[in-house]
């Protein structure tokens, strides 16, 4: 392939893990990011014309992520994420996840098609928070994806030497 400057996606340059596992069938992931649980505030005396200074948050809300999964034959798609395996509904998804005493991580590996170090972010304490469990079935479809939206409680980002992850 030749010497390429831009995030190439496709042919196992981008990954995601669930547990350490890369999930079947993932279509895309979107990462929504945090934010700050408060934008800066300006501190503006009555006896000055601009503020003096801007006090600013040291807290951060919680991430996003979703997840797009082709359906599969045998199992609803939050299935074939790691430890759901038996859980047939967001009930008993959150009552599997009380129940476990890991925390979850998840895992974006991105790996440059010419060697180097692969950056990775990795979200801490996720949790499923919603499931696609509707039905919409067409004549012209051929395959039915569905989301899967978790929460996050932070993220951090490392450089990884290549083949260690």
Request: charge should be negative.
């Amino acid at each position: 392939m030749p010497q390429t400057q831009v995030r190439v996606v496709g042919s196992g340059f981008s990954v995601f893990r669930w547990r350490g596992k890369p999930l079947a069938f993932l279509e895309n992931v979107q990462d929504g990011g945090q934010q700050p649980i408060k934008a800066p505030e300006p501190i503006h005396p009555l006896d000055s014309q601009y503020p003096v200074e801007f006090a600013t948050a040291r807290a951060m809300t919680e991430g996003t992520l979703s997840f797009q999964i082709t359906e599969v034959w045998n199992q609803p798609v939050w299935q074939q994420l790691a430890g759901l395996e038996t859980a047939q509904n967001i009930i008993d998804i959150w009552t599997v996840l009380a129940a476990d005493p890991s925390a979850i991580t998840c895992q974006t590996i991105i790996k440059p098609p010419q060697g180097g170090l692969w950056r990775s972010k990795t979200y801490h304490n996720v949790i499923v928070s919603a499931v696609d469990d509707s039905e919409a079935i067409a004549i012209g479809t051929l395959s039915i994806a569905r989301r899967v939206d978790c929460l996050y409680t932070h993220a951090t980002r490392e450089t990884i030497p290549v083949g260690s992850a």
